[in-house]
């Protein structure tokens, strides 16, 4: 069997979560579309999530 | 040509240049997936035209991250880390089309149907492919993907349907990615293409998958009441 790359699991696991998270806030918002208040929580969760994300500091990720 | 089904257990006994080229793919695949959240979440997260389109950005990222996720898993197991294109810049992307941002609703609308049909196709390309464990992960990618395109069509057609600004709108904007688009599939005659294709890893010629989607997406525009760009115009590779 190959050697699989280190940290695999925990970043794996990390973007799960991050995923996970995504599709809670999205539905969250989706399912409250004549609540503009919900609506825009929703849209800043997914923005702090999805910044972190496309900020790309891996390490910060595993620690 | 090669014909067997390759396992992860099976991996080791591989030529090394099976090996190579199957690392290479799925960094290349990887690198497309994250790449692009990293055109569009910046400014389009924001701008989206209404508060729905705009979690609809956040799911198409939330997606198309899991995409990296499963490309990832199946390139680590194999002992080859694509991790760095997380946070690689733009324009250190593979891909030239993932290189800069999305800056226009119209823009995201046709990358999301143009380009994402591109995602589709290079996924296509796997089917049937000799190496299981990338086979595997491709169903749910790909039923994904096919929601992308579909929004992507949708939101293009409305803005074609605003009247004649947003249709010139739309216009410059197929103009803009569906060079790009045609230019994703490679070289033609390329023998790296043709190295894929004997080691059961792809099934089409970087030609022939260029001209099933010019044939696709054609009659698509022209339905929609735009006009067709030339497809020999702009492009890098032929």
Redesign the interface.
């Known amino acids: 069997?190959?050697?699989?790359?280190?940290?695999?699991e925990q970043?794996?696991e990390h973007?799960?979560e991050?995923?996970r998270a995504?599709?809670g806030?999205?539905k969250q918002?989706?399912s409250h579309?004549d609540e503009?208040q919900i609506?825009?929580k929703?849209?800043t969760d997914?923005?702090e999530i999805?910044d972190e994300?496309?900020a790309?500091?891996?390490k910060e990720w595993l620690n | 040509m090669f014909t067997d089904k390759i396992e992860?257990?099976d991996?080791?006994k591989m030529d090394p240049e099976y090996k190579d080229l199957l690392g290479h793919v799925l960094t290349i695949q990887a690198d497309c997936e994250i790449g692009g959240?990293?055109l569009y979440?910046?400014k389009m997260?924001?701008a989206a035209p209404t508060?729905?389109d705009?979690?609809?950005v956040?799911?198409t990222?939330?997606?198309e991250?899991?995409h990296?996720?499963k490309v990832?898993?199946v390139?680590?197991?194999?002992?080859?880390?694509v991790?760095f294109v997380?946070?690689?810049p733009n324009e250190k992307r593979f891909v030239e089309t993932f290189r800069g941002s999305i800056t226009t609703w119209e823009d995201n609308s046709v990358f999301g149907f143009l380009i994402d049909r591109i995602g589709r196709y290079q996924l296509e390309e796997f089917y049937d492919c000799s190496y299981l464990p990338l086979q595997r992960i491709l169903p749910d990618i790909v039923t994904e993907e096919l929601g992308h395109i579909e929004y992507g069509y949708n939101k293009t057609l409305e803005l074609i349907q605003s009247g004649d600004a947003g249709k010139a709108k739309a216009q410059r904007a197929v103009d803009f990615w569906y060079v790009r688009a045609l230019d994703m599939f490679g070289r033609s005659g390329s023998i790296k293409s043709e190295r894929y294709r004997y080691w059961g890893l792809k099934r089409r010629s970087n030609e022939q998958a260029r001209q099933d989607y010019i044939n696709e997406v054609g009659p698509i525009l022209t339905q929609m009441g735009l006009t067709v760009p030339d497809p020999n115009k702009g492009r890098r590779y032929n």
Not at chain 1, 1 to 8: F, G, R, S, T
Request: glycine share 6%.
């Open positions: 069997m190959p050697q699989p790359v280190a940290n695999l970043i794996d973007l799960m991050v995923v995504l599709h806030a999205v918002g989706v579309k503009p609506m825009d929703a849209i997914c923005k999805l994300i496309m790309g500091k891996v | 992860l257990k991996f080791d959240p990293h979440v910046e997260l924001p508060k729905l705009q979690l609809i956040a799911r990222a939330a997606e991250i899991d990296y996720r990832a898993r390139a680590g197991d194999i002992g080859v880390d991790s997380l946070s690689q």
